[in-house]
């Protein structure tokens, strides 16, 4: 169970819902971190007392170190500051909730401490999954999915002792916004209308690609590398209530379920907490009485081509994943800035897909040069 921990990205949507999990269960700050939000790091600073909070941002942090000068809160800034807090000898576990691909170094610094990884940020092992995995077994650090389906998976797959036994595993999908919508009428939608999700209130780039179905293609991808399974014994079942997190089929035809109300602090609390299960955290129980019919069904790929965009890179392997989400991380920044339509975005990481040839069994620097030129092709294309 963890007692002390650093979050990398702290002000964000899961990173706030750590806070509360951790205020619940008495549980301290080592390090705070985030890009630039001055305010709410000071806040949190001041309420967690953490030895360190670190703003990426250069003169974030130096307004935050003005903030906080009658206290003894230490605060750095940029990617060594980042790293730093990473590596933090004082932290046991270390959640990684920032976004995009911007995680991977600190998440790596964190692994090569030997921490427990609370991992929120699913981009990083579609980058630079088996990368990630292989350190994190050479120094013994345990990641500990925090992704509601994973942390579902990682549950349903407890007790499974020979993986040849698994069938399948199914990721459940509530299916966004614009569920049931066909191209057409997704040609005018808008950065408000993307980011109205109808279960999960969430950051803005992981909205994006819930609207998009991108999401659950990075999620195929993170499970592939946590689970290790193949792309091909990984489905997506449409679940409108989010209620099943997911399921896992077994060779016997038995499938098992991991059921709760859709609130992020369970799976975040499990993922600190594990081994163990812990009363008086935050979460909401669910109400099996009034939670109303579940159903299911099958995902459009024809209108929502990111999650056909994205298998298709996960049956490529190698640097595709990097290729795919460098892609979609510049194409969404892109329809957030209002630069580019919803129905751009597949298109412009389909452009990518092709222009930027693959790698098998890359090295870091072939990921992050993947990822470099994929933005590249993106930005280039407007
Ligand atoms: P948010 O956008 O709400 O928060 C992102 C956090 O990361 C903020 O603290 C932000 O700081 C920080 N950050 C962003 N960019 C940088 C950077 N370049 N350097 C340093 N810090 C940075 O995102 P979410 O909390 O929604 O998502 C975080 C991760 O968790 C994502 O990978 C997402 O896919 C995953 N996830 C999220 C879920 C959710 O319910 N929100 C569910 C499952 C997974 P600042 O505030 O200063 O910008
Ligand atoms: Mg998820």
Redesign the pocket.
């Known amino acids: 169970m963890s007692r002390n921990i650093t979050i ?8 706030r819902q750590t806070l509360e999990v951790m205020e619940a269960l008495g549980m301290g700050a080592a390090a705070l ?5 001055v305010e ?2 000071e806040e949190q600073a001041r309420r967690f007392r953490p030895e360190l909070a670190v ?3 250069e003169r ?1 942090a130096a307004d935050l170190r003005v903030r906080l000068a009658d206290t003894n809160v230490r605060v750095l800034s940029g990617q060594e500051g ?1 790293l730093e807090a990473a590596a933090l000898p004082e932290a046991d576990t270390v959640v990684a ?4 691909m ?2 991977l170094r600190p998440t790596l610094a964190a692994i090569r401490e030997g921490k427990r990884i609370a991992l ?4 990083t092992l579609v980058c630079a999954g088996p990368l990630v995995l292989e350190e994190a077994r050479d120094y013994g650090a345990r990641i500990l999915p ?3 389906e994973h942390c579902a998976l990682f549950q349903c797959l407890e007790g499974n002792r020979d993986r040849g036994e698994v069938k399948r595993l199914i990721l459940t999908c509530s299916g966004g916004p614009f569920y049931g919508k066909k191209r057409q009428e997704l040609q005018g939608m808008t950065r408000e209308d993307a980011l109205q999700h109808p279960n ?7 909205t994006v ?1 819930s609207a998009t179905l991108m ?1 659950k293609g ?1 999620e195929v991808m993170e499970a592939m590398h946590l689970y290790q399974m193949p792309v091909e014994k990984i489905s997506v079942v449409i679940h409108r209530e989010s209620i099943i997190h997911s399921l896992v089929e077994y060779c016997d035809n038995a499938m098992l379920a991991q059921l709760g109300t859709p609130d ?1 602090r369970l799976p975040i609390q499990y993922a600190l907490t594990w081994p163990r299960r812990v009363a008086g955290g935050p979460g909401t129980p669910l109400d099996l009485w009034h939670c109303g019919p579940l159903t299911f069904g099958e995902p459009d790929l024809d209108t929502f081509r990111c999650l056909a965009l994205a298998l298709e890179a996960a049956r490529i392997g190698g640097t595709a994943g990097a290729i795919l989400n460098g892609a979609n991380e510049a194409a969404v920044g892109l329809f957030l800035e209002g630069k580019i339509g919803f129905l751009d975005i597949a298109d412009k990481v389909a452009l990518a897909m092709e222009q930027v040839a693959p790698v098998q069994d890359p090295a870091l620097g072939d990921i992050l040069e993947a990822d470099r030129a994929a933005r590249e092709a993106v930005l280039a294309s407007r």
């Open positions: 990398l990205g702290s002000t964000g949507s899961i990173g971190t985030a890009h630039s939000s709410r790091m703003l990426a941002d974030a980042l909730a920032m976004v995009g911007a995680g929120a940020n699913k981009e925090v992704d509601s999960w209130s969430m950051g803005a780039k992981i690609d999401n990075l992020m």
